[in-house]
């Protein structure tokens, strides 16, 4: 079942999804800031969806930007977690 969401809220429920994220853990103060500039300067039009796949996209691109590459991107180099 599709939800009817309000296409107006997608940039700000994407901003609270990724505050959560793991990959937010690890950037730095400027790069958060540079990341909520970019979500917050893209112009969108569309529909919720197509909204949070542009929101979405955005902050990808900014994660390869800053480096990312893959679930242990910027892990401890001691660190023994398991990669699943």
């Not at 959560?20 to 917050?40: N, V």
């Not at 893209?42 to 691109?61: C, E, F, I, P």
């Not at 679930?71 to 180099?77: K, M």
């Amino acid at each position: 079942m599709k939800l009817n969401r309000n296409k107006d809220d997608a940039r700000k429920d994407f901003n609270s999804l990724i505050i959560k994220s793991w990959t937010w853990e690890r950037l730095t103060d400027e790069e958060r800031g540079r990341a909520i500039d970019a979500i917050m300067s893209t112009k969108m039009t569309g529909s919720y969806d197509q909204r949070w796949a542009t929101l979405n996209s955005v902050y990808n691109a900014f994660l390869l930007g800053v480096g990312y590459d893959g679930p242990r991107w910027r892990e401890p180099a001691d660190s023994d977690a398991p990669l699943f």
